[in-house]
């Protein structure tokens, strides 16, 4: 069982950049995929990025991809989203959440453990 804990979130001018981070417990991290979604008022959780469990394959969401980079540090049992070129619509809730299936997976069902979530507000 994993059990993961968002922290970094904030408030950030568009254009600027912002670091999330996610620390997971467990001594089985480093066989889980892990992955990024988010939240805004009044839509459904969506998927913004996801990691195999080492590191060396990634999977972005279109809305993200080119600006968003995902990354972790197995011997930290930490994942980060490193965020740039943030835009008003990044505003939500960013959840953390740990996937059973050590292959990166986009779908939301296929993760088990997550995280409360850290609030990103992007301001015009």
């Known amino acids: 069982q994993v059990q993961v804990v968002e922290s970094g979130g904030g408030l950030v001018q568009a254009g600027g950049s912002l670091r999330i981070s996610c620390a997971a417990s467990g001594r089985t991290f480093s066989v889980y995929a892990m992955g990024w979604f988010r939240q805004a008022p009044g839509k459904e959780r969506e998927f913004v990025a996801t990691i195999d469990w080492s590191g060396t394959s990634t999977y972005y969401a279109d809305t993200v991809k080119g600006r968003f980079t995902i990354s972790r540090d197995n011997a930290k049992n930490t994942v980060y989203l490193q965020m740039n070129s943030l835009k008003p619509e990044d505003t939500a809730v960013y959840y953390c959440?740990?996937?059973?299936?050590?292959?990166?997976?986009?779908?939301?069902?296929?993760?088990?453990?997550w995280g409360q979530g850290t609030q990103v507000t992007v301001s015009s």
């Open positions: 959440a740990a996937s059973p299936v050590s292959g990166m997976t986009h779908d939301i069902t296929h993760y088990a453990y």
